[in-house]
């Protein structure tokens, strides 16, 4: 089996020079992943340009959560994107084993890609959306890079500060508790899985410990309230919760609101993660990864997701 280093010498395009992770709302071929998936593939495409000698950019502006961010003056040497033009890459390097485990094939991933590349002809820069997952161990360069790109402006770090300050949770220390419910629930409002709800429960009996403060954050306000008339020491936020990628015309009030999310989460020392999914929660998983956090990923199986 050829090694990563040697399938990346095939790569022989000449003309191309750089590539950019473009988070939008839709693309040509379907619309975005969660902000999660997005970061995910910031990092795989990090190590993609490291390798092929390629320089890496992301384009979050035509996304309305742009907003609420920082600009980026880098943005600015971009060429007139013709946004409508960029495609998702489908190729996501996630191979399903069963509902509980997943595994990769890197080096069939990057021979494709790199023969996309090859035969790419159109400009000096591949614009794309990539939610693949990295090829190896994320490093600090590139966390430090992604992190430059999400810093929040001064209207949402002043809805950070004020959240936190009205939650009365103090940065570093409190743990988050974070719940997947599943797209089911959060893309078409079904109703919470009595089973799910009784395997978190019984999680959280065990493991929570005396005197840490927890903060749950859902995508699903049911059982935010749920757990917190279990729970009474736990503090809850009920909010306006949109998926950054799949939510069908998202307002700014929920767009927010699920970026606050991923700041407050951003200053626990400690995530619990539950969620459907074999390959966790994006959403959580990559904030860790990105705030060099602790993280602790428990997969909560039920029959509708």
């Known amino acids: 089996m050829q090694t990563l280093t040697s399938i990346s010498r095939i790569f022989n395009n000449k003309n191309l020079k750089r590539i950019v992770n473009v988070y939008q709302m839709k693309y040509k071929n379907g619309v975005a992943q969660g902000l999660g998936d997005y970061i995910r593939g910031c990092f795989c495409l990090l190590q993609i340009c490291a390798m092929l000698g390629l320089t890496f950019d992301m384009d979050l502006t035509n996304h309305p959560m742009s907003k609420y961010l920082i600009s980026d003056s880098s943005s600015s040497e971009k060429e007139n994107v013709d946004y409508s033009s960029v495609s998702r890459y489908e190729n996501t390097n996630y191979i399903p084993v069963n509902s509980k485990v997943y595994t ?110 927890y903060l749950i954050l859902s995508d699903n306000n049911q059982i935010k309230a749920l757990l917190k008339s279990i729970f009474p020491q736990v ?49 959580s998983k990559w904030c860790s990864v990105l705030y060099k956090i602790p993280y602790t990923q428990i997969q909560v199986l039920d029959k509708l997701s």
């Open 104 to 213: 990769t094939n890197s080096q069939n991933f990057l021979m494709e890609f790199v023969n996309n590349m090859n035969s790419f002809s159109s400009s000096e820069t591949f614009y794309t959306f990539c939610h693949s997952f990295p090829m190896f161990d994320v490093q600090d360069v590139g966390r430090k890079f992604i992190l430059r790109k999400l810093l929040p402006n001064d209207l949402m770090r002043e809805k950070i500060v004020a959240c936190l300050d009205r939650l009365e949770l103090v940065p570093k220390r409190f743990a988050v508790i974070h719940i997947r419910s599943g797209d089911r629930y959060l893309l078409k409002n079904n109703m919470l899985n009595s089973q799910v709800v009784k395997k978190i429960v019984g999680v959280l009996s065990k493991n929570m410990k005396p005197g840490t403060k």
């Open 235 to 283: 503090v809850i936020k009920s909010t306006k919760i949109a998926h950054l990628g799949e939510s069908v015309n998202p307002d700014d009030d929920s767009i927010m609101e699920t970026l606050l999310d991923f700041y407050l989460m951003s200053n626990a020392f400690q995530i619990i993660s539950f969620s459907p999914y074999n390959w966790g929660s994006g959403f």
